[in-house]
């Protein structure tokens, strides 16, 4: 399974948004600049992917995707709290 083509908009998310300068407090804040700056359909496509993570639940899988592209580890309840609030302040009008 090629990761970096199959969520191509959540690597960008994490390398250009939440990338190792950026410190969990401001993932909000973050999300919010993503949903105001970038065009529609990448907002959608960031949401499929992160939905889709979530149903597949391959948290092994994601743990590395994430520390590959945002030079984070997290767990796999730290990284469930990161997407839902990825999501939840992505559908935010």
Request: glycine fraction near 0%; aromatic fraction near 14%.
């Amino acid at each position: 399974m090629n990761e970096d083509l199959k969520y191509d908009t959540f690597k960008y998310f994490l390398e250009c948004y939440f990338n190792p300068s950026a410190n969990y407090e401001e993932l909000e804040t973050l999300v919010k600049e993503f949903r105001l700056t970038e065009e529609r359909k990448y907002r959608q496509k960031l949401q499929q992917e992160l939905e889709q993570i979530l149903q597949l639940d391959h948290w092994d899988d994601i743990q590395e995707f994430v520390r590959k592209h945002a030079m984070r580890k997290m767990n796999s309840d730290r990284l469930t709290w990161f997407i839902r609030t990825i999501l939840h302040n992505l559908n935010q009008s």
